[in-house]
């Protein structure tokens, strides 16, 4: 961010202006103005993705570990899967086992952009050392940051916006799910037991001196996020998105890349709503948005409720969707349920540029419906976000004529269109 201040245009830049096709100096402009992110610490080589105004919306797979299931090899297939189905970027959201050696196998399977939560870290630290979450103290919630910054991450979700005022705020409300944000509930809990701030906010201008120093993007997590639909939009929520807006200037102020996270639960009918506001109050940062999850009434199927939201939220103007897996609510996602939640949030993101007339986007849609009108079976499948499932399903039941499907056969609608306006 200092460098496009400084009319400097990197190399990162460049290679985010060639992938998006946006003029280098535009995207320079929006990076000085804090409307565009490129989450790269300085040690870690990382595949630079643009996330923001103008360019394509992205989509973050989550994974991780649990204090019940501790299998490093499954999360490196889950890792493998997020590269392969074409994932902008991984968050290691891992409590169980060894959270470093955990952290660090992940990035080196990886070169997309990785992400964390470091609270998780230090709330884990905590409990072995103390007994109890809320009995985490300041020095090693930084120290946590710091060592992750060390390592290489390079975006953190921070819950910057708990504040004491904000907690008043919630225990006033008439809210059903309280706080379902596990990074939230750490700092409430911290700041009802000691009686304190939240260090996050408190030391605000030491954490950024921390995430400059090395370059990492922060992602201000939203602690008061609703959890189910009755709660969405509430005066919790907005009070810390104001707080929110507040500390994205001081990012800004201090060259420290920001984006801001969103709503989980809400009406698809207040989605376009919540995005403007967000927009708004927090001056056009980026917007990270997890679903948004439009019913609370599919558990196993929250892939399509989240889906659904993201094609909206995308659609109004957020910038990057968090997926939403099969097992979300349920429990821990396998390799199957990364893969089906990172493909329904592709589609959403797709569909979201294409309403809102990327280039890109419009011209993979072209060159499917060429493939699809020359019968061009193989061209279909490689241009699928799922290139096997597609080419199973037709080889199990295949049609009698190699150019149709087996619905119609002989009776394809292209076929006959075709013999009628022959040249």
Known sequence: ??????????????????????????????????????????????????????????????????????????????????????????????????????????????????GTVPIYEVGVESKKKYGSVVDMDEDLIFKVIERQAKEGVDFMTLHCGITKETVETLKKSNRIMGIVSRG????????????????????????????????????????????????????????????????????????????????????LNNIESNVRLQKSICKNAPFYVLGPVVTDMAPGYDHITAAIGGAIAGYAGANFLCYVTPAEHVRLMKEEDVKE?????????????????????WEMEKEMALARKHHLWEKQFQLAFDKEKPKKMREELPSSNEKACSVCGDLCALLIAESIFKD
């Open 341 to 361: 939640g990172l493909i329904a949030t592709k589609i959403a993101a797709q569909a979201a540029d294409i309403a809102r007339g990327n280039k890109i986007a």
């Open 1 to 114: 961010m200092i460098d496009a201040k400084n009319k400097i245009i990197t190399e990162e830049m460049k290679e985010v202006a060639k992938k998006e096709r946006i003029d280098p100096e535009r995207l320079r402009k929006l990076i000085a103005r804090g409307y565009v992110v490129i989450p790269k610490n300085v040690h870690r080589d990382t595949t630079p993705v643009g996330i923001g105004e103008g360019l394509r919306t992205k989509v973050n797979v989550n994974i991780g570990t649990s204090p019940d299931c501790v299998d490093i090899e499954m999360e490196i297939r889950k890792t493998e899967i997020a590269n392969k189905y074409g994932a902008d970027a991984i968050m290691d959201l891992s409590t169980g086992g060894n959270l470093p050696e955990i952290r660090k196998t992940i990035m080196k399977h990886t070169k997309l952009p990785i």
């Open 184 to 267: 939230g509930a750490f700092l409430a809990a911290y700041i009802i037991h000691h009686g304190k701030e939240n260090p996050l906010y408190e030391n605000f201008n030491y954490l950024l001196e921390i995430l400059k120093e090395y370059d990492v993007t922060i992602s201000l997590g939203d602690g008061m996020r609703p959890g189910c639909l009755c709660d969405g939009t509430d005066r919790a929520q907005i009070h810390e998105l104001i707080v929110l807006g507040e500390l994205v200037e001081r990012c800004r102020e201090a060259g420290v890349q920001a984006m801001v996270e969103g709503p989980g639960h809400i009406p």
